[in-house]
C-alpha cells in the first residue's frame, strides 16, 4: 500500500493515463496524415515502436521527478520541504480530461464524419463530380497514355488481405484495359515489382510507360481504407491521389471512382460500352467476391494444389450468387487448366469448362473474361478454330487483354499465319515486357518467315531476362541448321545439354538439332534422357519426343526397334484425327513416320493434310532426314512450292504493315 500511495503521490498512475492518450492520438493523426503525404508505409510502425519504446520512459521519469508550483524538480531535491501551495495533481487531472475529451473528438469525426454511411450524400455527390468529369472530352489526350497498374500494398495490422490488395489492384487494371486508347500494361509484369525494392521511374523504363498508378490496402472488420495514386513517372510529379475511408459494401463504388480519376487524369475518352463496364457492380454478394478474389489469387499459382484450391473456391462463390459471371469464367479456367495436367488425362475436363463458360457468357454476353476462359477450353480440346474466334471477341472487348494476344501469337504461329503472329506477339510483348512467353512466339513467327535478324534480335531479349531459357537457347543452333552450319548447330546443342541437363525440354530440343546432323544415336540418347526426366512427357520441337525416337531408330537402321515404337504411334495419332482433332502436328508426324519407311503414297497424303490444316513449316522440311529420298517427288514438291509462295505472300503483308522489317 505505501508503493501504491507513493506512485498516486508522484502522478505515475496520471503521466501513464496521459501518455496512452496522447499516444492514440498520434497514432490517429499519423493514419490519416500519412497516406495524405504519400509517405512510405513503415512510417506508422516506426512511429508506433517508439511510441511503445517511450512508455517506460515516461513512467520512470515521473517517478524521478515532480511536478511542483516551481517546476519540475528532482524528487529527491524536494524531499522533506513543506509547502501551503495545492499539489499539482489537479492540474494533471485537468489535462486529462481534456485530452479524453480531444481523443472522443477524433474518434467521433472517423466515425460519423468520415463513415460513408453517416454521409452517402457526400460521397455520391464525389462520385458523380467524378463521373462527370471522366466524360467530358479533353481538347488533346495526353502524349502517352500508358499506365502500369502495380501491386497495391498490404497495410492491414496482420497482414493477411494481401488477396484483396492484389484482387482490387486486378480489377482496377482489368477495367482501364477496356480502353482502347489507353496501353496497360498485363498484371503479369506489374506485378513482378511486388515486394522489391525498384523506384517507379525504373519499374516505369522497363515497362515503357509514362504513367504507375500504385496504392495500399487496409482493412480492419468491416472497414477499408484504400489509397491510390497516379504519378507521372517522367516528372515524377503527383497527377492525382486520394484515400477513401469506407467499408466493404463500397468496395465496387471505390474501384470505379479510381477508375474514372485515372481516365479523367490521362485525358483519355470512355465509349459507352466501357462507361458501362466500368460502372457495373460484378455481384451484390460480398462474401462471393471474397471468394472469387481468393480463387483468382490461387489460378495464378498454376499448381496442382492450387488449382484445386481456385476450382473450391469458385464454386463456393457460385453456390453464394449462381449469376456472379465472373466466378464462372473463374471455375472455367481452373478447369480447363486441369485438362491433361496434374493427374488429369487430355482432353478430360476442357469439356466442361467449355460448359462453365457459357454459363458465364449467358449471364454477361459482353464479359471479356468469359470468352477468353471459353477459347482457352476449346484450345485445350483441340478446336483451334472456336478457340480462335473467341479470342478474338475477347480482344475486341479487351483491347489491352495480355493473355488472349500471347495466346492468339501462338495460334498464328501454329495455323501458319504468320504475319498475323508477329503482329499479335508484338502487341503482347508491348503489354508485357518483361515476360518470355511473347518473345518466344514472335521469334518462331519470325523464323519461319526467314527474317533471322529479328529472331536473334527477339532471343537476345529472351535472354537477357532469362540467361538459361531453353526456348530462347535453341533458336541459334535451329538457324545453324537451316544455313547448312552443322558444325555449330551440334556444338551449341552439346553446350545446352551440359548446361541444363536436367531440362527435358533442353534435352528434347538437343536431341532434335543432333538428329538433322544425322547423329541418330545421341538423337535417341537425347530423347529417352528427356521422358526419363519426365515419364510421359508429349514434348517435340520439330517431332514429338516419341516419334523423334522412332524415326531416330529407323534411320540408324534398328527397324524392328523403331516398329515397336511407331507401329502403335500410327494407330493412336490416326484414331485421334478419325475423332475430329485438328491439329497438323500429328498429320505432320504421320507423314514424316511413313516418309522414313518407305511408305511414299501414304507419306504424301499426310504431308497435304498437314498442309491443308495450317503446315507452313517449310524451313525444317528440307533438313528433316525422314524425307531425304523425297526430294524430288512431284507431290512433295508442289506443296512445298505452295508453302513457300504462302510464306512470300505474308512477308510482304508484313512489310507494308512494317516497312522497317524489309
Not at 568 to 595: F, K, M, N
Amino acid at each position: 500500500m505505501s508503493l501504491f500511495k507513493e506512485l498516486q503521490r508522484r502522478n505515475v498512475f496520471r503521466v501513464a493515463a496521459a501518455y496512452v492518450i496522447v499516444a492514440w492520438l498520434i497514432m490517429q493523426i499519423g493514419d490519416v496524415m500519412a497516406p495524405a503525404l504519400h509517405l512510405p508505409g513503415w512510417i506508422q510502425s516506426a512511429l508506433a515502436f517508439f511510441l511503445i519504446l517511450g512508455f517506460p520512459v515516461a513512467i520512470v521519469l515521473s517517478w524521478a521527478f515532480e511536478l511542483t508550483q516551481e517546476g519540475i524538480r528532482l524528487e529527491k531535491t524536494i524531499e522533506g520541504e513543506k509547502s501551503d501551495a495545492p499539489l499539482p495533481g489537479r492540474k494533471l487531472n485537468i489535462s486529462i480530461i481534456v485530452l479524453l475529451a480531444l481523443a472522443v473528438g477524433v474518434f467521433a469525426f472517423d466515425k460519423f464524419v468520415l463513415d460513408p454511411e453517416r454521409d452517402a450524400e457526400r460521397i455520391e455527390a464525389a462520385e458523380q463530380t467524378a463521373r462527370e468529369n471522366s466524360q467530358q472530352v479533353a481538347p488533346e489526350p495526353r502524349a502517352d497514355p500508358s499506365i502500369a497498374v502495380l501491386a497495391f500494398e498490404d497495410m492491414s495490422p496482420e497482414k493477411d488481405q494481401q488477396y484483396l490488395s492484389d484482387g482490387l489492384a486486378e480489377e482496377l487494371l482489368n477495367a482501364l484495359a477496356q480502353i482502347p486508347e489507353l496501353k496497360v500494361i498485363s498484371r503479369s509484369s506489374a506485378f513482378s515489382y511486388k515486394g522489391k525494392d525498384v523506384k517507379l521511374g525504373q519499374i516505369a523504363a522497363e515497362l515503357d510507360v509514362a504513367h504507375i498508378l500504385e496504392g495500399s490496402v487496409r482493412k480492419s472488420g468491416n472497414r477499408v481504407r484504400i489509397t491510390a495514386q497516379l504519378i507521372d513517372a517522367r516528372s515524377d510529379s503527383h497527377l492525382w491521389s486520394e484515400t477513401y475511408d469506407r467499408t466493404l459494401d463500397d468496395i465496387f463504388a471505390v474501384q470505379e471512382d479510381v477508375a474514372r480519376r485515372v481516365v479523367s487524369s490521362l485525358r483519355a475518352t470512355l465509349s459507352p460500352r466501357a462507361d458501362e463496364r466500368i460502372s457495373r457492380q460484378p455481384t451484390e454478394d460480398l462474401a462471393a467476391y471474397d471468394l472469387y478474389l481468393h480463387g483468382r489469387e490461387s489460378l495464378h499459382q498454376d499448381d496442382a494444389e492450387s488449382n484445386r484450391a481456385a476450382t473450391r473456391l469458385f464454386e463456393e462463390a457460385i453456390e453464394l450468387d449462381p449469376d456472379y459471371a465472373l466466378a464462372w469464367a473463374g471455375l472455367a479456367d481452373s478447369t480447363a487448366q486441369r485438362d491433361g495436367r496434374f493427374g488429369f488425362p487430355q482432353g478430360s475436363t476442357a469439356g466442361t469448362a467449355i460448359e462453365y463458360a457459357r454459363e458465364a457468357l449467358a449471364i454477361d454476353p459482353d464479359l471479356a473474361e468469359a470468352h477468353r476462359a471459353l477459347g482457352y477450353a476449346y484450345l485445350r480440346q483441340g478446336e483451334t478454330d472456336d478457340g480462335l474466334e473467341a479470342y478474338l471477341t475477347a480482344v475486341e472487348l479487351n483491347p489491352n487483354y495480355y493473355d488472349v494476344w500471347v495466346g492468339l501469337s501462338w495460334i498464328y504461329e501454329t495455323t501458319g499465319r504468320y504475319d498475323d503472329g508477329v503482329l499479335a506477339g508484338v502487341r503482347a510483348h508491348r503489354l508485357a515486357p518483361n515476360e518470355l512467353s511473347p518473345l518466344y512466339y514472335l521469334a518462331h513467327n519470325y523464323k519461319y518467315l526467314s527474317l533471322d535478324d529479328k529472331v536473334m534480335e527477339v532471343t537476345g531479349k529472351m535472354l537477357r531476362l532469362d540467361p538459361l531459357n531453353d526456348g530462347g537457347r535453341l533458336f541459334e543452333p535451329q538457324l545453324a541448321v537451316y544455313h547448312g552450319d552443322i558444325e555449330t548447330a551440334v556444338r551449341l546443342a552439346e553446350q545446352i545439354v551440359h548446361d541444363t541437363p536436367d531440362h527435358a525440354y533442353a534435352m528434347v530440343g538437343a536431341a532434335s538439332m543432333v538428329y538433322m546432323a544425322r547423329d541418330f544415336e545421341r538423337a535417341v540418347e537425347w530423347a529417352r534422357e528427356a521422358l526419363r526426366l519426365e515419364p510421359g512427357n508429349s514434348l517435340g520441337y520439330w517431332h514429338h519426343n516419341e516419334v523423334l525416337i522412332g524415326l531416330s531408330l529407323l534411320k540408324s537402321g534398328q527397324r524392328e526397334e523403331a516398329d515397336d515404337m511407331l507401329l502403335p504411334v500410327i494407330e493412336t495419332y490416326v484414331t485421334r484425327v478419325e475423332e475430329g482433332q485438328r491439329d497438323w502436328g500429328l498429320e505432320w508426324d504421320l507423314a514424316s513416320i511413313h516418309a522414313a519407311r518407305g511408305d511414299r503414297q501414304e507419306a504424301m497424303d499426310w504431308f497435304e493434310r498437314a498442309y491443308d490444316g495450317g503446315f507452313r513449316f517449310m524451313r525444317w522440311v528440307p533438313v528433316d532426314p525422314a524425307f531425304d529420298e523425297f526430294r524430288d517427288n512431284p507431290r512433295y514438291l508442289n506443296v512445298m512450292a505452295k508453302m513457300e509462295a504462302d510464306i512470300e505472300r505474308m512477308r510482304a503483308r508484313l512489310f507494308t504493315a512494317d516497312p522497317s522489317l524489309r
